[in-house]
């Protein structure tokens, strides 16, 4: 998959251009659908699946997603990671069979920070359900 960011749909085009597309099915793009790159994907790509962050995709036109399904072209929403990945993070997934205070007293890192990325590594469904097959 290509990831293509820029700040306005002919950017991304100009972006296009100096890429080179070749047989990806894939793409990113990081701003609303318009025309143009709409036609530009369609003559110099094989391009299958377009992905729009959730945002840019709820305020697409449906008019606009139903022609391009038509065509062949499927539109769909991608939740991207953006920022700075967390080093704290990986640190807390190893000792996730402890609790919170235990993995502060053993990594020496902040208890605040560590039930912080604790909690959001627990309700996330990756975790719950790597928990569940090794359960099985």
Same mark, same amino acid.
């Given at each position: ?24 099915? !894939? $793409? ?6 318009? +025309?143009?790159?709409? %036609? ?5 790509? /094989?391009?299958? &699946? ?39 993070? !990986? $640190? ?6 402890? +609790?919170?205070?235990? %993995? ?5 890192? /902040?208890?605040? &920070? ?23």
């Amino acid at each position: 998959m290509i990831e293509v960011r820029g700040k306005s749909p002919k950017e991304i085009i100009e972006k296009l251009k100096k890429m080179e597309l070749g047989g990806e099915d !894939e $793409i990113y793009i990081n701003t609303e659908l318009s +025309k143009d790159l709409i %036609i530009y994907l369609l003559e110099n790509s /094989n391009v299958n &699946t377009i992905y729009l962050p959730p945002s840019k995709y709820r305020r697409t036109k449906k008019k606009l997603i139903n022609a391009l399904k038509e065509i062949g072209l499927t539109v769909k929403s991608l939740k991207v990671r953006v920022g700075r990945p967390s080093k704290n993070r !990986e $640190i807390v997934t190893r000792y996730m069979d402890k +609790k919170p205070w235990e %993995i502060s007293r053993i990594t020496g890192l /902040n208890l605040k &920070t560590v039930e912080y990325h604790y909690y959001k590594i627990k309700n996330n469904s990756e975790y719950k359900d790597r928990k569940n097959k090794n359960n099985i």
